[in-house]
């Protein structure tokens, strides 16, 4: 079997819309926006749900990642709290799954409708699906919210600045008839005042100093202006710091290119600068306090991430949980990090002895560890994936250290980043001992003809075969002795009337074999009568006068004549009992006697084996119920559903 084809379809039902949650809540996590959450999760419910499909409805209104609900759901929906199932005509199956936000209390649901109605692990699913996406959609509410708020702080800080600024510098243009710049250690020009420097940055050699003489040759200004007690003159202007604390934050420039500024000018110019520090203060304390309230309000945002990551990964946990399959996660060394219930109670491992060790170890069986850890250790350099993404059979070994064939599938979660892998596994002992039991009940089948067409020609050539060539024989004589004997002749002719008559007979007999005729033409009862007949204990038979498909009746005849033969043959019983039911779309027939009991069938193919391959051809079942002096019930239920069944 190649490792793709290795699911039943039972596997692929059941895990296939599981596995999809997983890896939707995954990419989920990666959305920038709720509309782009949403789409995510409307598209994907077909994959969930087959032939449903979804969409994201508020009672009353439609907004980015949601529409208004048409007049008839509208009603029912602003009722709701919870999940629940929409009664809408034309609709055979429709449901409402809340997308909650926490933060604006929206309404919202994720409605799926389809033709048929949902199973309780779809609606669960679904219901798991809408609280993630909830909590996505929220978790980006709050960054957006945050991003704003940011903004704002930002435009508020600046206007203050340069409201504040600008007024110190028009105050030192009237004191002195300057124009004066302030300037920032970056270069940038924060405030303006006096003709030709107008709101826009002038043309001074001063003015826009980061982008006119480059960034390096103010700084150095700074630099050494940092030190400065008194005003300095520079580049026709008269420089002088503004510093709140120990480093620079502004230069304050008043523009004097004749160096015509009094000692009282220049006074008003440091005074400035003392005023400017404290403005400049005042604003910094202010920023840091907006910045210290933005780093509560960032922490409260990891916080709510956090919560929300744990509540998230809370379900997915429960998901996993529920899997019927053994589910394990490892991290890229290979050391375990999470199994589920499912698992512990496969493996017969406790979780804490599984966590931080190494998977081989525990699990994978001595012969096989070094090719495991050889193909993990291909994959994480080469990316080449040998078992990732499909279905393989392996065998996997127990806490016991007993084995047991497993099929396997393995994905790599955790992306993008560090990989990791979680492997889902079944035990599937019976699964193979159910397929082995197929092949060989097949093989018997087949035996079973190629012996029965054995004996036909064995019985053909040893019967009415012989009985022609006789005929022939005693024709050709008598055709020779015609004339000359002709009472010889007729004797001859005689014999090879008996011959043919003898031969007629012996292939009436064959043909009785292969297929009664009496069941043809007269059906079960009379055919199980004839059975009973040759039976040398009284049978009571109770069999409806109904007409079955022909394949049934033969096998249940058969069923019915091996019985009786083995009554005959090893019960020493002194009563039978034959009994036909047919209740539904089930057939129950029975053949009941009072002997010494202990039938089982024999290891090699017999009676009873045959019976038991010829039911089960029908999808059928054959028990046996034969305890050492109880007698014996042999019971086959036979389906008989969809066949036509006629009444006679
Ligand atoms: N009604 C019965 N009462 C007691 N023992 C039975 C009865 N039917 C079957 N057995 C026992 O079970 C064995 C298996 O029966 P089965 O019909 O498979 O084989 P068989 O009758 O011995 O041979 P075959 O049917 O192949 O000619 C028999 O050999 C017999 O010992
Ligand atoms: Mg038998």
């Not at 692990?121 to 978790?139: D, H, K, P, R, Y």
């Not at 008269?238 to 160096?259: G, N, T």
Request: overall charge negative; glycine content about 8%; charged content about 20%.
């Amino acid at each position: 079997m190649s490792p793709a084809d290795g699911a039943g379809p039972d596997v692929s039902r059941v895990l296939s819309p599981v596995n999809s949650v997983l890896g939707l809540s995954l990419i989920l996590a990666q959305t920038s926006s709720p509309a782009q959450a949403v789409r995510l999760v409307t598209t994907a419910v077909p994959s969930i749900v087959a032939s449903h499909r979804a969409v994201a409805w508020h009672p009353s209104r439609s907004g980015e990642y949601y529409e208004r609900a048409p007049e008839h759901v509208a009603g029912l929906l602003a009722g709701l709290t919870g999940v629940a199932r929409l009664e809408v005509e034309g609709s055979l199956s429709c449901w409402a799954f809340p997308i909650s936000s926490p933060l604006t209390h929206e309404q919202i649901f994720l409605v799926v409708s389809g033709p048929d109605d949902l199973s309780d692990q779809e609606t669960f699913l679904l219901t798991v699906l809408a609280q993630l996406c909830g909590s996505v959609i929220a978790n980006q509410e709050l960054i957006a919210t945050l991003a704003r708020r940011m903004e704002i702080h930002r435009s508020l800080t600046g206007t203050v600045a340069s409201d504040g600024q600008a007024g110190i510098a028009a105050t030192l243009h009237q004191l002195t008839g300057y124009p004066v710049l302030i300037v920032d250690t970056q270069g940038n020009t924060r405030a303006t005042a006096g003709p030709g420097l107008g709101p826009a940055p002038a043309d001074h050699p001063l003015a826009n100093q980061g982008a006119a003489r480059g960034e390096t040759q103010w700084a150095e200004i700074v630099r050494s202006l940092r030190t400065a007690l008194r005003a300095a003159y520079h580049q026709g202007a008269w420089l002088m710091p503004a510093m709140p604390e120990a480093d620079v934050l502004s230069v304050i420039a008043l523009l004097d290119p004749d160096r015509t500024a009094t000692e009282t000018d220049l006074a008003a110019l440091e005074h400035a600068a003392t005023v400017l520090s404290v403005e400049l203060a005042r604003l910094r304390s202010v920023s840091e306090a907006e910045l210290r309230g933005l780093a509560d309000r960032d922490r409260e945002v990891a916080e709510a991430r956090t919560a929300m990551l744990a509540a998230s990964e809370a379900r997915q946990r429960t998901i996993l949980e529920t899997a019927l399959d053994a589910v394990i996660s490892v991290d890229r060394d290979a050391r375990v990090t999470y199994v589920n219930s499912a698992f512990e109670r496969a493996f017969g491992y406790r979780a804490e002895e599984m966590i931080g060790h190494d998977l081989a170890d525990k699990i994978v069986p001595p012969s096989l560890r070094e090719a495991h850890r050889r193909g993990l250790a291909r994959y994480l350099a080469t990316g080449q994936e040998v078992i990732l993404n499909r279905r393989i059979e392996m065998p996997a070994m127990r806490a016991d250290g007993t084995e047991f064939p497993a099929e396997v599938a393995v994905t790599r979660t955790g992306l993008p980043g560090e990989p990791t892998f979680t492997a889902y596994v079944r035990d599937i002992t019976d699964r193979q001992r159910a397929e082995q039991e197929l092949i060989a009940s097949r093989a018997r089948l087949v035996a079973a003809s190629d012996a029965a067409r054995q004996r036909v020609t064995r019985d053909l050539h040893d019967g009415a075969q012989q009985r022609l060539v006789a005929t022939l024989i005693n024709l050709q004589l008598a055709e020779q002795r015609w004339d000359a004997a002709p009472g010889r002749a007729r004797e001859l002719v005689g014999q090879a009337m008996n011959d043919t008559r003898r031969g007629i007979d012996d292939l009436r007999e064959l043909a009785a074999g292969l297929h009664p005729a009496i069941l043809t033409q007269h059906g079960l009862p009379a055919a199980v009568r004839a059975l009973a007949d040759r039976v040398p204990i009284p049978v009571e038979i109770d069999v409806p006068g109904v007409r079955l498909p022909a394949p049934i009746e033969a096998s249940l005849y058969f069923f019915c004549s091996e019985a009786l033969t083995n009554i005959a043959k090893h019960a020493q019983a002194t009563s039978a009992w034959v009994r036909l039911e047919i209740g539904g779309d089930l057939c129950v027939a029975e053949v009941r006697d009072d002997g010494i009991g202990g039938a089982s069938p024999r290891l090699q193919a017999s009676g009873l084996t045959g019976l038991s391959d010829r039911i089960g051809a029908l999808g059928g079942t054959l028990t046996i119920t034969s305890p050492p002096a109880h007698g014996t019930v042999l019971r086959a239920t036979v389906p008989v559903q969809g066949s036509d069944r006629l009444n006679s």
